[in-house]
């Protein structure tokens, strides 16, 4: 079984910072990809941010400039940089891990955090 543990989120005004992580935790061999996705009240969620084992992370256009996606390896671990942000950033933030598990019984899973509250209000 595999474990997200999210945390960073809460309320700032406009033009401030947070710094969301998420830890990855259990029957874990390898990760593929961890990445970030937020979702406004009826809203479709969205995809912010996402980086591929070995690859170049990839942005949503509204978030580029402002935000930064990273990876801790040795500790499972993905962070979002979050700054200048705009009421329009508003939203639950969910973190996303694409997953290899460990033998036996090797799996392909994708993996979803609880999701935490980003508000951006003065």
């Known amino acids: 079984q595999v474990q997200l543990v999210e945390s960073g989120g809460g309320l700032v005004q406009p033009g401030g910072s947070l710094r969301l992580s998420c830890v990855a935790s259990?029957?874990?061999?390898?990760?593929?990809?961890m990445g970030w996705y937020r979702q406004a009240p009826g809203k479709q969620r969205e995809l912010v941010a996402r980086?591929?084992?070995?690859?170049?992370?990839n942005y949503a256009e509204a978030v580029k400039g402002r935000f930064t996606i990273s990876r801790d390896n040795a500790k499972n671990t993905v962070y979002l940089q979050m700054n200048s942000l705009k009421p329009e950033d508003t939203g639950v933030y969910y973190c996303?891990?694409?997953?290899?598990?460990?033998?036996?019984?090797?799996?392909?899973?994708?993996?979803w955090g609880q999701g935490t509250l980003v508000t951006v209000s003065s």
């Open positions: 996303n891990v694409d997953v290899v598990t460990k033998n036996p019984g090797s799996r392909y899973l994708e993996v």
């Open positions: 980086i591929i084992t070995g690859g170049m992370p």
């Open positions: 259990g029957n874990i061999y390898s990760i593929n990809a």
